[in-house]
């Protein structure tokens, strides 16, 4: 079921599995107060006997902060979930998506809900991210960005505090939400209406347009081979001096094959 794969990913970056003494543990997640909805419809979803409590307290953030908190402890369900990829402990770099078969939209739905953000910039450029210390969930949500998008994005840690962002704006972004955010998906309610929102942006008149891969022919191959100067090559064909330097040396080394004729 498409929920549960949100669960799952909801689980796997805001939840905590802890274990004690003869079998005994349990399952949290906290979250806001105001998204305690979400919790009300996960313990709905389980078949195991969770409450939901509430209690506020103080933070960097704010002096008061109210927070509802989901607790299971049934054995079998905390089982269950470990053994789909949820570990017990710190997990924040090791989490990966699960090994059977499941719904990728839904289930990065429930990361970016947990982990993400999905709003407008300073600017009012729609965006969507997701901030995570798993190498495994950066390079996920990257491969399938670029199914649904058609641009590519190679994740590297911050040399600050070791994390990715993989990030998404502008029209990127408005094609990533509309498939993450389908009608009638479980999702945190603010979230779903910052998603629906992004379908009326429009790219302010005069800013340059999108950006799209212009991929090199056979017969400009041909040219800057004949040639041997990027520089003059560039002129010819109306590229860069940088990538026509890129590409005579990717031809020269074998990284990319070279024209039928030569």
């Known amino acids: 079921m498409p929920e549960y794969a949100y669960m799952f990913g909801f689980l796997q970056a805001d939840g905590h599995l802890s274990q004690q003494s003869r079998q005994r543990g349990r399952l949290t997640v906290e979250i806001s107060a105001r998204d305690m909805d979400?919790?009300?419809?996960?313990?709905?979803?389980?078949?195991?006997?969770?409450?939901?409590?509430?209690?506020t307290r103080s933070t960097n953030f704010a002096e008061a902060h109210s927070a509802a908190i989901w607790s299971?402890?049934?054995?079998?369900?905390?089982?269950?979930?470990?053994?789909?990829?949820?570990?017990?402990?710190?997990?924040?770099?090791?989490?990966?998506?699960?090994?059977?078969?499941?719904?990728?939209?839904?289930?990065?739905?429930?990361?970016?809900?947990?982990?993400?953000?999905?709003?407008?910039?300073?600017k009012g450029f729609p965006f969507v991210s997701l901030t995570t210390a798993s190498g495994a969930i950066a390079s996920y949500l990257s491969d399938y960005g670029k199914d649904v998008t058609g641009v590519a994005r190679n994740p590297k840690r911050n040399a600050r505090d070791d994390i990715y962002n993989v990030l998404y704006m502008m029209e990127l972004a408005q094609h990533l939400a509309a498939?993450?955010?389908?009608?009638?998906?479980?999702?945190?309610?603010?979230?779903?209406t910052a998603a629906d929102s992004f379908s009326t942006w429009v790219r302010p008149a005069g800013m340059r347009a999108a950006y799209t891969i212009r991929r090199w022919t056979e017969s400009e191959d041909r040219i800057l081979l004949k040639l041997n100067s990027p520089m003059a090559a560039a002129d010819v064909l109306g590229r860069t001096t940088q990538s026509?330097?890129?590409?005579?040396?990717?031809?020269?080394?074998?990284?990319?094959?070279?024209?039928?004729?030569?």
């Open 72 to 122: 299971l402890c049934s054995l079998e369900a905390r089982t269950t979930i470990n053994e789909l990829g949820l570990p017990y402990g710190r997990k924040s770099k090791t989490i990966a998506p699960p090994d059977v078969e499941f719904s990728r939209r839904d289930y990065l739905r429930g990361l970016i809900d947990a982990d993400g953000s999905v709003g407008f910039t300073s």
């Open 244 to 262: 026509c330097n890129l590409r005579l040396w990717r031809l020269r080394n074998g990284k990319v094959p070279l024209p039928s004729d030569q």
């Open 179 to 192: 498939d993450l955010y389908y009608p009638g998906c479980l999702s945190l309610e603010r979230k779903r």
């Open 38 to 55: 979400l919790l009300r419809k996960f313990q709905k979803l389980t078949p195991y006997n969770s409450s939901i409590t509430e209690r």
